[in-house]
């Protein structure tokens, strides 16, 4: 059964905005393997506990995804990073600082404890601290981190103009929905990190010229 939760809408000022609190009945179904979708500052995302092998076997199906394709974590502050990253090049570390929380997801080589479903068998991981406090705080209750591929079938759009479209598209396959309104239609920017030299891996919201701006400031 898929459940619906509508969340407050009226977020001008997310910074003002206190943690949402969850019902206690979702964060155990969650720990326990279970699927959420919620909003971000970007798309709507899919997400579950990273460390759970249940839960990433569920995200795997519920995308259509191939296993070989890395999955995004949001972490619920940038602290959290050494925990998944085995290494932090300079360069990164003043992006985070600079551009966190924001669009930027960084690619960085990943802990050896990150599981092969989220590195998709790779030596990195995708990293984000998203400007939104529904993700942040799904991730604090999780394990630091929660998975945010988009909501979406692999190959289908991931912008979503009512919490109706995605019941209907995903009803029976996720157990919660937490509603806020149509979200942006456009994802996070994806830099590749594992030196001080950037690779833009994908151009979202923030521009990449922008990174490279504010890097060569110095």
Do not use: C
Request: overall charge negative.
């Amino acid at each position: 059964m898929t459940r619906l939760i509508l969340l407050d809408a009226a977020r001008a000022d997310r910074s003002m905005t206190p943690e949402p609190r969850f019902p206690e009945e979702m964060v155990a179904s969650l720990r326990a393997g279970g699927t959420v979708i919620f909003p971000t500052d970007t798309l709507y995302g899919l997400g579950v506990d990273p460390r759970s092998e249940t839960g990433l076997n569920r995200l795997l199906a519920v995308k259509g995804r191939d296993r070989g394709k890395p999955i995004p974590l949001l972490l619920s502050e940038g602290e959290q990073v050494d925990r998944w990253a085995r290494h932090v090049p300079p360069a990164a570390a003043r992006l985070m600082e600079r551009f966190w929380p924001g669009a930027l997801t960084l690619v960085l080589p990943a802990d050896p404890g990150v599981h092969p479903a989220v590195t998709g068998g790779g030596d990195t991981v995708g990293l984000r601290v998203p400007d939104h406090p529904v993700p942040r705080a799904l991730a604090a209750v999780l394990s630091g981190a929660v998975t945010g591929t988009s909501a979406n079938r692999s190959g289908n759009p991931g912008a979503w103009g009512s919490a109706e479209e995605i019941v209907r598209e995903f009803t029976g396959a996720v157990d919660w929905v937490l509603w806020e309104g149509a979200g942006n239609s456009t994802g996070s920017t994806v830099v590749r990190m594992i030196d001080d030299d950037p690779v833009l891996l994908r151009e979202g919201v923030l521009p990449f010229r922008d990174i490279i701006e504010f890097l060569q400031r110095g």
